[in-house]
């Protein structure tokens, strides 16, 4: 599989954006290294942002979060609340009569708190997105067409 180039497509829309690394990580409440490992390597955007970052990176700079980790491939056909996401995951509990714990290690994030206030899985980044909706079969993209106004 191809390298997902998230760094230098980050940059190239910052700078179509007009905005400096500065402007960014100032908004995202980051130093100026850290927003500048986001454009230099690509894990890092994945790793260590938060949903809620992301969401605020996409507004600051016009990019579909969706479109941006698609990487050319098909995109999800619907999108995922976080309530639907939550609601899946007490669902998938009952079906497999498993503890909230038991999840938890098997996805190894600790989620209790998001299945009463799914807003709380904005603090998320998107390899816990990834790893929480893998066990789902939920596409974890489907997850940040989600109307986030306000985030």
Not at 33 to 49: A, F
Not at 98 to 122: D, I, K, S
Request: aromatic share 10%; glycine share 6%.
């Amino acid at each position: 599989m191809a390298e997902p180039d998230y760094g230098r497509r980050l940059r190239e829309a910052r700078e179509r954006a007009g905005k400096s690394i500065g402007e960014m990580a100032s908004l995202l409440g980051l130093s100026w290294e850290w927003y500048n490992d986001l454009e230099s390597y690509d894990e890092e955007i994945t790793d260590t942002l938060s949903v809620h970052q992301l969401v605020l990176l996409s507004k600051a700079i016009g990019i579909d979060l969706v479109d941006f980790f698609s990487d050319g491939a098909s995109k999800p056909a619907e999108s995922v609340s976080l309530d639907a996401l939550a609601k899946k995951i007490n669902e998938y509990l009952k079906a497999h009569n498993l503890t909230v714990a038991e999840f938890e290690e098997a996805v190894g994030w600790e989620l209790a708190n998001c299945l009463t206030e799914p807003r709380q899985f904005m603090n998320f980044n998107l390899q816990g997105l990834m790893d929480v909706s893998r066990p789902l079969g939920i596409d974890w993209r489907a997850l940040l067409s989600t109307d986030f106004t306000d985030s």
